[in-house]
């Protein structure tokens, strides 16, 4: 096989991505400020170089074959890591540190994250961190075209990815929550009935935290919650709770960051069910230094929660 890889320039994975995503010989021509049959010739030679179609010709334009799509997956991840290294030069020359990109799912959000990002930055005090959060599947998208250094959230129902590392932090327990003052907080031993009686918030289907609830309720034999709304926004299920008697379910670390500010309550049934905090990165022989450090801090925090006053001067 032609060693084409040593012909590629950053152009030519621009035009890749962009006749991904525009599907269109023309357009990508246009964005690129170049000629159509210039572009349908450098792809044509491109192709013949790999042995293999990288799109499939269609009424409606091209779309990526299973070496297109893998070529493409390459060729993301590349331009992010060049965006993200101008971006670390850059700060380094404004006189910062490393940055790091993390993505959390709203499970991890309230205190395991917070925790692993001050010990970092005790660690890098000039170091920048950038946080995102959002429901795993999106965030694992992410990380896997090199957008994260690391994701952390529930891994239930994980499936594992090639060319992702994962590991399991800790296991919490889920928890039925309700505004504080609720009618059904001061009451022991809650049943089905009592439950299947109220209003509910609940995850979308295909989160960790949702299936892990239709599993529960599949093997007692019941039909799906009498739902309101289905939200994956943390803060916004957080609201309704609080101006309303609907439940929700939550990870045992949410519910206790939220107890212990006196915003919701658990109420006293057992749920019978446990979820996994974990965290998975990118499985790569030359790992960056940075991206080691911030997984150490995420055990570190997951043994040890964060207290200022405690680490101040260590």
Same mark, same amino acid.
């Given at each position: ?24 010989? /023309? ?55 060049? /965006? ?34 001050? =010990? ?37 129902? =994980? ?25 059904? /907080? ?9 439950? =299947? ?16 609830? @239709? ?11 009498? =739902? ?43 749920? @019978? ?14 790992? @960056? /230094? ?25």
């Amino acid at each position: 096989m032609t060693d084409w890889s040593r012909r590629l320039r950053l152009r030519h994975l621009n035009l890749l991505v962009s006749l991904a995503d525009t599907g269109s010989l /023309s357009d990508t021509a246009r964005l690129a400020h170049t000629t159509q049959p210039g572009l349908s010739k450098w792809l044509k030679e491109l192709e013949e170089d790999v042995g293999d179609p990288l799109f499939e010709r269609h009424a409606r334009g091209l779309r990526p074959t299973a070496h297109g799509q893998l070529l493409l997956d390459h060729a993301r991840r590349i331009l992010s890591e060049i /965006s993200r290294a101008q971006h670390n030069l850059e700060v380094l020359q404004e006189g910062g540190s490393r940055s790091v990109a993390l993505g959390t799912s709203p499970a991890a959000a309230p205190r395991l994250v917070p925790d692993a990002i001050s =010990y970092f930055l005790q660690q890098h005090p000039r170091a920048q961190v950038q946080l995102q959060e959002n429901t795993m599947n999106p965030l694992l998208d992410k990380l896997e075209r090199g957008q994260l250094d690391v994701v952390v959230g529930r891994l239930d129902s =994980y499936q594992p990815r090639q060319g992702l590392c994962s590991e399991m932090l800790h296991s919490e327990p889920m928890r039925v929550v309700a505004r504080v003052g609720h009618p059904l /907080s001061s009451s022991r031993a809650l049943s089905w009935e009592d439950l =299947y009686a109220q209003s509910w918030v609940i995850w979308p289907e295909g989160t960790p935290i949702r299936s892990r609830l @239709d599993t529960v309720l599949a093997n007692a034999g019941r039909k799906p919650l009498p =739902y309101r709304v289905e939200s994956s926004s943390l803060m916004a299920n957080l609201w309704l709770l609080q101006n309303s008697d609907m439940l929700s379910v939550a990870s045992g670390g949410v519910v206790s960051h939220f107890i212990e500010r006196q915003l919701l309550t658990p109420l006293d049934f057992e749920l @019978d069910a446990e979820g996994s905090i974990g965290m998975c990165w990118r499985d790569e022989p030359l790992q @960056d /230094s940075a991206t080691q450090e911030l997984l150490d801090c995420l055990r570190q925090a997951s043994r040890t929660p964060f207290r200022r006053d405690q680490n101040a001067g260590h």
